[in-house]
């Protein structure tokens, strides 16, 4: 009897343990997008976005910030702004905007997770290759056990919440230049 107790009792335990856990997601694009950026310009040029240093979410990873998804994110986030005329896909347009993850550092385990995000900015005017921003962008999210309960979607929300402070802070950066 005591035997078939534990071994119910393990059972449980596995069953919560999973549940608890379960498969990563990767960083959703809209939720990176910040919605309340504020610029103090509106610049009359096209924008080309490059992103790199993301890495996709494997099924057994925690949860990343994959490239296209970042290079979207920014998209949403300068045409909701309106900071710049218009988005220009591949090379061609006015400026050219990269972004480069260089540093995400996610908690393993806790009630609370807060996720610290670096990212490198830089700004070049592709007529004469000029750069007229470089800036390292450094970011936090936190998310705790109210806004989730699983680990995995804990983790998720504050990658989110880094990326979104992330951008939001570059794209003030740009909005405060002189082109």
């Known amino acids: 009897m005591r035997h078939l107790l534990r071994a119910l009792l393990l059972i449980a335990a596995g069953g919560l343990a999973l549940s608890l856990t379960g498969c990563a997601s990767p960083a959703n694009r809209a939720a990176m997008t910040p919605t309340d950026v ?6 009359p040029y ?5 992103t790199d240093g993301g890495a996709d979410t494997g099924a057994m990873d925690s949860s990343n910030i994959a490239d296209a998804d970042l290079k979207a994110a920014i998209e949403d986030a300068v045409r909701n ?3 710049f005329t218009s988005i220009i896909q591949g ?7 990269s972004v480069r993850v260089t540093s995400l550092s996610k908690p393993l385990f806790g009630g609370t997770f807060t996720v610290q995000l670096e990212a490198a ?8 290759r000029s750069v007229v921003l470089r800036k390292a962008v450094q970011s936090s999210g936190t998310a705790t056990m109210g806004d989730a309960f699983a680990a995995v979607t804990r983790l998720r929300l504050a990658v989110e919440a880094a990326a979104r402070s992330n951008i939001s802070q570059g794209l003030t950066a740009v909005g405060e230049l002189k082109l």
């Open 38 to 43: 504020v610029v103090g310009k509106h610049f």
């Open 46 to 50: 096209s924008l080309g976005v490059r």
């Open 81 to 83: 702004s309106k900071l």
């Open 91 to 97: 090379s061609g347009g006015d400026y050219e905007l």
């Open 121 to 128: 900015w830089s700004l070049t005017k592709v007529a004469d």
